[in-house]
T-cell receptor, first 114, second 114 residues
Framework: DAKTTQPNSMESNEEEPVHLPCNHS???????IHWYRQLPSQGPEYVIH???SNVNNRMASLAIAEDRKSSTLILHRATLRDAAVYYC???????????????FGKGTKLSVKP | NAGVTQTPKFQVLKTGQSMTLQCAQD?????MSWYRQDPGMGLRLIHY???????DQGEVPNGYNVSRSTTEDFPLRLLSAAPSQTSVYFC?????????????FGDGTRLSIL
């Protein structure tokens, strides 16, 4: 199984950019890199995903290394509402055929200071 | 928009009791799944379904049953509750197959087994 490695926790100041790293050195050529976040007492929420190129959406940006062995989720201006656990996930075919399922690690707990 | 709705939000059971956790989605998603989350851990897949009438086991299926008679509903049954099943349960759905499909999660059912 392709696995990811993330720091256990990170801190940020409000309104400053945040770079959340993820290492996935055993990624296969067809694995998508997904990011989800989980706010306290809520279910996980999709943030962004990508395959090879950098991606942007209204929530965040995803920067993928050229060799795809690492990626970085970028929150351009952190708000208090961004305090959550962020999960970097590679889609795994083992339990879902072509659909693939999400295999969650422990993620990175992001704290945002006012 | 309702999205993925889980009921109940909280439940306390005695060891040996049975119960059904309900999950419904109104997005006409083919794919649905159940995860459990234990304290300080990421989510683990219990069962999933790729369409009505089709279900399969995930990483931790023992003690749980599922069925998928309609596209909208995917109930999870605990046959004989055990304290080890104390957890937060999340239901998720996604549109069709493919590893680039984001999953939508409900807000969870918090289950305690005494």
């Amino acid at each position: 199984d392709a696995k990811t490695t993330q720091p256990n926790s990170m801190e940020s100041n409000e309104e400053e950019p945040v770079h959340l790293p993820c290492n996935h050195s055993t990624i296969s050529g067809t694995d998508y890199i997904h990011w989800y976040r989980q706010l306290p007492s809520q279910g996980p929420e999709y943030v962004i995903h990508g395959l090879t190129s950098n991606v942007n959406n209204r929530m965040a940006s995803l920067a993928i290394a050229e060799d795809r062995k690492s990626s970085t989720l970028i929150l351009h201006r952190a708000t208090l509402r961004d305090a959550a656990v962020y999960y970097c996930i590679l889609r795994d075919e083992n339990y879902g055929g072509s659909q693939g399922n999400l295999i969650f690690g422990k993620g990175t707990k992001l704290s945002v200071k006012p | 928009n309702a999205g993925v709705t889980q009921t109940p939000k909280f439940q306390v059971l005695k060891t040996g009791q049975s119960m059904t956790l309900q999950c419904a989605q109104d997005m006409n998603h083919e794919y649905m799944s159940w995860y459990r989350q234990d304290p300080g851990m990421g989510l683990r897949l219990i069962h999933y379904s790729v369409g009505a009438g089709i279900t399969d086991q995930g990483e931790v299926p023992n003690g749980y049953n599922v069925s998928r008679s309609t596209t909208e509903d995917f109930p999870l049954r605990l046959l004989s509750a055990a304290p080890s099943q104390t957890s937060v349960y999340f239901c998720a759905s996604s549109k069709g197959r493919g590893r680039n499909q984001p999953q939508h999660f409900g807000d969870g059912t918090r289950l305690s087994i005494l």
